[in-house]
Protein backbone atom coordinates (compact mmCIF):
# COMPACT_ATOMS: atom_id res chain seq x y z
CA UNK A 1 0.00 0.00 0.00
CA UNK A 2 1.12 3.38 -1.13
CA UNK A 3 1.01 5.89 1.88
CA UNK A 4 1.64 9.11 1.45
CA UNK A 5 0.59 12.92 2.08
CA UNK A 6 2.28 14.14 -1.47
CA UNK A 7 -0.19 15.67 -3.67
CA UNK A 8 2.25 15.00 -6.76
CA UNK A 9 2.62 11.25 -5.49
CA UNK A 10 -0.81 10.76 -5.17
CA UNK A 11 -1.53 12.01 -8.09
CA UNK A 12 1.24 10.12 -9.95
CA UNK A 13 0.07 6.88 -8.78
CA UNK A 14 -3.68 7.12 -9.95
CA UNK A 15 -2.95 8.38 -12.70
CA UNK A 16 -0.08 5.80 -13.67
CA UNK A 17 -3.93 3.01 -13.00
CA UNK A 18 -5.52 5.11 -15.17
CA UNK A 19 -3.18 4.55 -17.72
CA UNK A 20 -3.75 0.92 -17.21
CA UNK A 21 -7.05 1.53 -17.81
CA UNK A 22 -7.93 0.51 -13.85
CA UNK A 23 -10.87 1.86 -12.47
CA UNK A 24 -9.99 4.52 -9.17
CA UNK A 25 -12.78 3.95 -6.01
CA UNK A 26 -12.25 6.74 -3.21
CA UNK A 27 -13.28 6.67 0.06
CA UNK A 28 -12.58 10.01 1.88
CA UNK A 29 -12.37 9.46 5.79
CA UNK A 30 -10.51 11.43 8.82
CA UNK A 31 -9.64 8.30 10.27
CA UNK A 32 -10.59 6.77 13.31
CA UNK A 33 -11.50 3.84 11.31
CA UNK A 34 -14.49 1.61 12.44
CA UNK A 35 -17.11 -1.12 10.55
CA UNK A 36 -18.82 1.99 9.12
CA UNK A 37 -15.40 3.23 7.03
CA UNK A 38 -14.86 -0.35 6.47
CA UNK A 39 -18.24 -1.44 4.18
CA UNK A 40 -16.92 1.85 1.96
CA UNK A 41 -14.10 0.27 1.28
CA UNK A 42 -15.50 -3.04 0.09
CA UNK A 43 -18.98 -0.75 -1.88
CA UNK A 44 -15.90 0.98 -3.50
CA UNK A 45 -14.33 -2.10 -4.67
CA UNK A 46 -17.57 -3.93 -6.32
CA UNK A 47 -17.03 -1.44 -8.91
CA UNK A 48 -13.45 -0.07 -9.06
CA UNK A 49 -10.04 -2.21 -9.93
CA UNK A 50 -8.04 0.35 -7.25
CA UNK A 51 -8.67 1.97 -3.61
CA UNK A 52 -7.17 5.41 -2.55
CA UNK A 53 -8.58 5.98 1.20
CA UNK A 54 -7.66 9.21 2.83
CA UNK A 55 -7.42 10.44 6.27
CA UNK A 56 -7.20 14.04 7.19
CA UNK A 57 -8.96 15.67 9.81
CA UNK A 58 -10.30 19.00 8.21
CA UNK A 59 -9.81 21.91 10.41
CA UNK A 60 -12.09 24.27 7.46
CA UNK A 61 -15.28 22.09 9.09
CA UNK A 62 -14.82 22.70 13.12
CA UNK A 63 -16.16 25.96 14.05
CA UNK A 64 -14.97 27.43 17.11
CA UNK A 65 -15.51 25.08 20.25
CA UNK A 66 -15.89 21.92 18.45
CA UNK A 67 -13.85 19.00 19.11
CA UNK A 68 -10.96 19.28 16.00
CA UNK A 69 -8.38 19.32 18.59
CA UNK A 70 -10.26 15.97 20.40
CA UNK A 71 -11.34 14.16 17.75
CA UNK A 72 -9.74 10.58 17.80
CA UNK A 73 -6.87 9.94 15.61
CA UNK A 74 -5.52 6.58 15.45
CA UNK A 75 -3.58 6.19 12.57
CA UNK A 76 -1.45 3.07 12.95
CA UNK A 77 -4.39 1.44 13.57
CA UNK A 78 -5.99 2.42 10.62
CA UNK A 79 -2.86 1.50 8.48
CA UNK A 80 -3.46 -2.13 10.07
CA UNK A 81 -6.78 -1.98 8.90
CA UNK A 82 -5.93 -0.56 5.36
CA UNK A 83 -3.62 -2.84 4.65
CA UNK A 84 -6.10 -5.88 5.69
CA UNK A 85 -8.49 -4.79 3.14
CA UNK A 86 -5.54 -4.60 0.40
CA UNK A 87 -6.10 -0.38 -0.27
CA UNK A 88 -4.14 0.60 -3.08
CA UNK A 89 -3.24 3.98 -1.51
CA UNK A 90 -3.57 6.03 1.63
CA UNK A 91 -3.52 9.54 1.08
CA UNK A 92 -2.61 11.70 4.53
CA UNK A 93 -2.07 15.09 4.10
CA UNK A 94 -0.53 17.48 6.61
CA UNK A 95 -3.19 20.36 6.96
CA UNK A 96 -0.08 22.65 5.17
CA UNK A 97 -0.50 20.25 2.33
CA UNK A 98 -4.39 21.19 1.89
CA UNK A 99 -4.18 24.53 3.23
CA UNK A 100 -0.79 25.74 2.00
CA UNK A 101 -1.64 29.89 2.33
CA UNK A 102 -4.06 32.69 3.56
CA UNK A 103 -6.92 31.35 1.50
CA UNK A 104 -8.54 33.74 -1.24
CA UNK A 105 -11.81 31.55 -2.10
CA UNK A 106 -14.39 29.88 -0.45
CA UNK A 107 -17.41 27.82 -1.45
CA UNK A 108 -20.86 29.13 -0.80
CA UNK A 109 -24.26 26.70 -0.28
CA UNK A 110 -27.75 27.72 -1.50
CA UNK A 111 -30.68 26.59 0.85
CA UNK A 112 -29.44 22.71 0.93
CA UNK A 113 -27.21 23.53 4.60
CA UNK A 114 -30.17 25.60 6.20
CA UNK A 115 -31.63 22.90 7.86
CA UNK A 116 -30.89 19.60 9.69
CA UNK A 117 -27.10 19.87 10.97
CA UNK A 118 -26.06 22.89 8.65
CA UNK A 119 -28.39 24.84 11.34
CA UNK A 120 -26.80 24.57 13.97
CA UNK A 121 -23.07 24.37 12.40
CA UNK A 122 -22.61 27.22 10.53
CA UNK A 123 -19.63 27.16 8.13
CA UNK A 124 -19.49 22.98 8.56
CA UNK A 125 -20.96 22.47 5.31
CA UNK A 126 -18.80 24.71 3.32
CA UNK A 127 -15.99 23.30 5.03
CA UNK A 128 -16.60 20.01 3.60
CA UNK A 129 -17.42 21.03 0.32
CA UNK A 130 -14.25 22.62 -0.06
CA UNK A 131 -12.02 19.65 0.98
CA UNK A 132 -14.01 17.43 -1.12
CA UNK A 133 -13.91 19.57 -4.03
CA UNK A 134 -9.78 19.21 -3.46
CA UNK A 135 -9.87 15.88 -3.01
CA UNK A 136 -11.70 15.32 -5.64
CA UNK A 137 -9.15 17.43 -8.16
CA UNK A 138 -6.28 15.84 -6.62
CA UNK A 139 -7.51 11.84 -6.81
CA UNK A 140 -9.29 12.40 -10.17
CA UNK A 141 -11.74 9.05 -9.14
CA UNK A 142 -13.65 7.70 -10.95
CA UNK A 143 -15.94 6.56 -8.24
CA UNK A 144 -16.58 8.01 -4.58
CA UNK A 145 -17.89 6.27 -1.69
CA UNK A 146 -19.83 7.88 1.66
CA UNK A 147 -22.35 6.99 4.09
CA UNK A 148 -25.79 7.56 4.36
CA UNK A 149 -25.40 8.46 7.93
CA UNK A 150 -24.11 11.93 6.92
CA UNK A 151 -27.00 12.15 4.23
CA UNK A 152 -27.03 16.18 4.18
CA UNK A 153 -23.68 15.83 3.67
CA UNK A 154 -24.15 13.04 0.78
CA UNK A 155 -26.84 15.57 -0.61
CA UNK A 156 -25.43 18.64 -0.84
CA UNK A 157 -21.85 16.62 -2.37
CA UNK A 158 -23.95 14.82 -5.04
CA UNK A 159 -25.33 18.25 -6.02
CA UNK A 160 -21.81 19.62 -5.92
CA UNK A 161 -20.52 16.74 -8.61
CA UNK A 162 -23.07 17.77 -10.47
CA UNK A 163 -22.86 21.46 -10.79
CA UNK A 164 -19.13 21.78 -10.40
CA UNK A 165 -18.93 18.74 -13.19
CA UNK A 166 -17.12 16.57 -11.61
CA UNK A 167 -16.07 13.45 -13.58
CA UNK A 168 -16.99 11.14 -10.10
CA UNK A 169 -19.71 8.57 -9.42
CA UNK A 170 -20.77 9.36 -6.41
CA UNK A 171 -22.32 6.28 -4.29
CA UNK A 172 -24.16 6.34 -1.05
CA UNK A 173 -23.74 3.40 0.96
CA UNK A 174 -26.13 1.93 4.14
CA UNK A 175 -25.65 2.99 7.56
CA UNK A 176 -23.49 0.22 9.58
CA UNK A 177 -24.71 -0.44 12.88
CA UNK A 178 -24.23 -2.22 16.37
CA UNK A 179 -26.14 -4.76 17.05
CA UNK A 180 -28.49 -2.55 19.27
CA UNK A 181 -28.91 -0.09 16.38
CA UNK A 182 -26.51 2.33 17.08
CA UNK A 183 -25.37 4.04 13.65
CA UNK A 184 -21.54 3.58 13.70
CA UNK A 185 -19.47 6.96 14.30
CA UNK A 186 -15.98 7.77 15.04
CA UNK A 187 -17.44 10.00 17.59
CA UNK A 188 -18.84 6.76 19.68
CA UNK A 189 -15.89 6.45 21.65
CA UNK A 190 -16.88 9.50 23.59
CA UNK A 191 -19.55 7.91 25.09
CA UNK A 192 -19.72 6.64 28.88
CA UNK A 193 -20.27 2.94 29.59
CA UNK A 194 -23.97 4.37 30.59
CA UNK A 195 -24.10 6.60 27.89
CA UNK A 196 -23.69 4.35 25.20
CA UNK A 197 -26.55 1.76 26.61
CA UNK A 198 -28.65 4.70 26.06
CA UNK A 199 -27.47 5.92 23.18
CA UNK A 200 -29.52 3.35 20.86
CA UNK A 201 -33.02 5.82 21.59
CA UNK A 202 -32.38 8.14 18.62
CA UNK A 203 -32.31 5.02 16.25
CA UNK A 204 -35.75 3.58 17.64
CA UNK A 205 -37.46 7.00 17.93
CA UNK A 206 -36.43 7.22 14.24
CA UNK A 207 -38.39 4.28 13.68
CA UNK A 208 -41.63 4.77 15.69
CA UNK A 209 -41.77 7.90 13.27
CA UNK A 210 -41.02 5.57 9.86
CA UNK A 211 -43.64 3.24 11.49
CA UNK A 212 -46.54 6.05 11.88
CA UNK A 213 -45.69 7.58 8.51
CA UNK A 214 -46.03 4.17 6.77
CA UNK A 215 -49.58 3.77 9.02
CA UNK A 216 -50.90 6.78 7.10
CA UNK A 217 -49.62 9.07 9.24
CA UNK A 218 -49.27 12.28 7.26
CA UNK A 219 -48.61 15.19 9.31
CA UNK A 220 -45.46 14.28 11.57
CA UNK A 221 -45.44 17.05 14.29
CA UNK A 222 -47.24 15.83 17.22
CA UNK A 223 -44.90 12.49 16.31
CA UNK A 224 -42.00 14.69 16.83
CA UNK A 225 -42.91 16.58 19.56
CA UNK A 226 -43.71 13.26 21.47
CA UNK A 227 -40.46 11.79 20.50
CA UNK A 228 -38.42 14.67 21.67
CA UNK A 229 -40.45 14.67 25.17
CA UNK A 230 -39.42 11.02 25.15
CA UNK A 231 -35.62 11.43 24.54
CA UNK A 232 -35.26 14.59 26.76
CA UNK A 233 -36.58 12.57 29.37
CA UNK A 234 -33.81 10.50 28.97
CA UNK A 235 -30.98 12.90 29.19
CA UNK A 236 -31.02 13.73 25.65
CA UNK A 237 -31.07 17.14 24.10
CA UNK A 238 -32.15 18.00 20.53
CA UNK A 239 -30.36 19.53 18.57
CA UNK A 240 -32.98 18.55 15.87
CA UNK A 241 -35.55 15.79 14.44
CA UNK A 242 -38.29 16.04 12.02
CA UNK A 243 -39.08 14.51 8.51
CA UNK A 244 -37.47 16.37 5.77
CA UNK A 245 -37.68 16.62 2.14
CA UNK A 246 -34.97 14.16 0.35
CA UNK A 247 -34.86 16.27 -2.42
CA UNK A 248 -34.75 19.71 -0.96
CA UNK A 249 -33.92 18.72 3.13
CA UNK A 250 -36.45 21.38 3.82
CA UNK A 251 -38.93 20.30 6.76
CA UNK A 252 -42.37 19.09 5.97
CA UNK A 253 -45.70 19.55 7.18
CA UNK A 254 -47.65 16.74 5.50
CA UNK A 255 -46.23 14.10 3.97
CA UNK A 256 -47.64 13.24 0.20
CA UNK A 257 -48.64 9.61 -1.05
CA UNK A 258 -45.95 9.65 -3.59
CA UNK A 259 -42.92 11.72 -1.63
CA UNK A 260 -39.65 10.68 -0.66
CA UNK A 261 -38.50 12.06 2.87
CA UNK A 262 -35.94 11.71 5.46
CA UNK A 263 -36.68 11.10 9.05
CA UNK A 264 -33.84 12.46 10.78
CA UNK A 265 -32.29 13.39 13.87
CA UNK A 266 -29.11 14.91 15.69
CA UNK A 267 -28.91 14.86 19.75
CA UNK A 268 -26.25 15.84 22.08
CA UNK A 269 -25.65 12.94 25.06
CA UNK A 270 -23.08 13.57 27.98
CA UNK A 271 -20.24 15.34 25.42
CA UNK A 272 -21.29 13.58 22.55
CA UNK A 273 -23.44 14.64 19.41
CA UNK A 274 -25.48 11.50 17.94
CA UNK A 275 -26.66 11.95 14.42
CA UNK A 276 -28.62 9.06 12.77
CA UNK A 277 -31.64 8.98 10.10
CA UNK A 278 -33.67 6.59 8.40
CA UNK A 279 -35.24 6.80 4.00
CA UNK A 280 -38.51 6.10 3.41
CA UNK A 281 -40.48 6.49 0.20
CA UNK A 282 -44.30 6.39 0.24
Request: glycine residues 6%.
Amino acid sequence: MLVTGSIQEIRSAVRLWKRQKLRVGFVPTMGALHEGHLSLIRTARKTTDRIVVSIFVNPQQFAPGEDYKEYPRTMSADLKLLRKLRVAALFAPEDEVMYPSPPYFSIGINTLHEQMCGATRPGFFQGVTLVVNKLFNIIEPDVAVFGQKDFQQFRILSEMVREFNHPVEIVMNPIERANDGLALSSRNSYLSNDERLLAPSLYRSLQYMEKLILDGVDVPDQMIEHQENELQAKGFKIDYLGVFSRDTLQPVERCDPDGSYVIAGAVILGKTRLIDNILIDL
